[in-house]
């Protein structure tokens, strides 16, 4: 996944325009500055449960497993000199560069629900799901600023820590048996939410570049249409 926004204002006046919180506080506003976040992410899980019926109409699924996932953030941002009403010189563009990595592994339980609409295979499905991960942390940083772009300040850090986390899905599915009850097939689609706490780890340069603070208290959502086919035999 990927986002990018950018902003522009005008400076000239007693307009001061933009106020980095990357670069040095002696910069007197920026006209314009764009930033493009991104995301690559991956999980990977292994079940045992086992479904069973409570009535004709209601199905449990109570499952136990293992959870594996990889993180990968990125963040640029660039500020840029696009208002003439000034010097280069007292604009003092810049950029950052900001990674945050994590991996972590943990035990993961949960629930999958099914209520049937009759005869006709339709069920609303639902999906529940926590683990508690554990896992390394990476994250790096840089500025640079100036009209050339003088690289100001490059930072790295490496921890360990837990991360809750949940997920939930609730949809309409479709599933029949065939051939003699041989094979078993399903079509499901949700709406599918992901909650992660604690693992916004950028790191955030001060703005005289002479600190570095680590955050970590953050989290990351993810939601969205999931949809999910099953053939069994």
Known sequence: NSSTNSVSVFTKGTEQGLYSVFLTDANPGIPTASATWKLNYNAMNLDLGRAFYVSKGLSFRPFISSETIWM??????????????????????????????????GPRTGMDTKWYLGCTGLNVTSNLALSMLYGEFKSSAMCAQGPINTLRA?????????????????GLG????????????????GWELNQFWSVNNFLNPSPDIETIVLNTS????????????????
């Open 72 to 105: 990968h953030r990125w963040l640029a941002v660039n500020y840029s000199l696009e208002d003439a009403g000034q010097p280069i010189i007292l604009n003092t563009p810049g950029k950052y560069r900001g990674r945050a990595n994590f991996w972590a592994t």
């Open 154 to 170: 490059s930072y790295t850090n490496t921890y360990w820590g837990a991360v809750p986390h949940l997920q939930l899905m609730l």
């Open 174 to 189: 479709w599933e029949s048996c065939f051939c003699s009850d041989q094979y078993f097939i399903s079509f499901s689609a």
């Open 218 to 233: 953050g989290g990351l959502f993810m939601q969205g249409l999931t949809f999910r086919t099953k053939f069994d035999f």
